[in-house]
Antibody
């Protein structure tokens, strides 16, 4: 059973870059076509950030598109999120998730989430 | 973006009650609607996908229905472990969007 685990700094300075990695265990990252990032904050609720196909093709939320980069490293069985020029509004719990597509797209499984705070 | 609106925002219910949560989309999304359960400090967990398909391992007391713009999640007989916040999410078109959540609390 595939499991996901996020990792990265819990504190990022304003105008800096948020960088997170999602390690995939219990199976190959190639077993799922798409991998996603979703964030959650009290003010914005659950918000889809973007996703990446196993070949590297990406889709991003237009509200974040100019600042987001998602990449995949198949050799390390992981994928990553970079969000640049962060502000306090980017403070959230960030989840990585698989995006299943057969029979309708849905997020499953999910990582446990990691809190990222933007503050000086 | 497609806006997802859930009602109610919260409800109080007792063990054994039948609970229904509603989700409305701002435009038609066919049957591309998913439901997630989230407990405090935990990640969301997929419960129902494509409006009415029960995720593997989820108890049969959970059911979903609807198409177009109006959807419901029903818990037929509420159990203690079902007290949580439930979110709907549309996968019809990007950007994928979520409802604001419905918190099911113990009466």
């Amino acid at each position: 059973q595939v499991q996901l685990q996020e990792s990265g700094p819990g504190l990022v300075k304003p105008s800096g870059t948020l960088s997170l990695t999602c390690a995939v265990s219990g199976g190959s990252i190639s077993t799922s076509d798409w991998w996603s990032w979703v964030r959650q904050s009290p003010g914005r609720g659950l918000e889809w950030v973007g996703d990446i196909f196993r070949t590297g093709s990406t889709n991003y939320n237009p509200s974040l598109k100019s600042r987001v980069t998602i990449s995949v490293d198949k050799s390390k069985n992981q994928f990553s999120l970079r969000l640049s020029f962060v502000t306090a509004a980017d403070t959230a719990v960030y989840y990585c998730a698989g995006l299943l597509t057969s029979g309708g797209r849905r997020f499953d499984p999910w990582g446990q989430g990691t809190l990222v705070t933007v503050s000086s | 973006d497609i806006q997802m609106t859930q009602s109610p925002s919260s409800l109080s219910a007792s063990v054994g009650d039948r609970v229904t949560i509603t989700c409305r989309a701002s435009q038609t999304i066919s049957r591309y609607l998913n439901w997630y359960q989230q407990k405090p400090g935990k990640a969301p967990k997929l419960v129902i996908y494509t409006a009415s398909t029960l995720q593997s391992g989820v108890p049969s007391r959970f059911s979903g229905s609807g198409s177009g713009t109006d959807f419901t999640l029903t818990i037929s007989t509420l159990q203690p472990e079902d007290f949580a916040t439930y979110y709907c999410q549309q996968s019809y078109s990007g950007p994928f969007t979520f409802g604001q959540g419905t918190k099911v609390e113990i009466k």
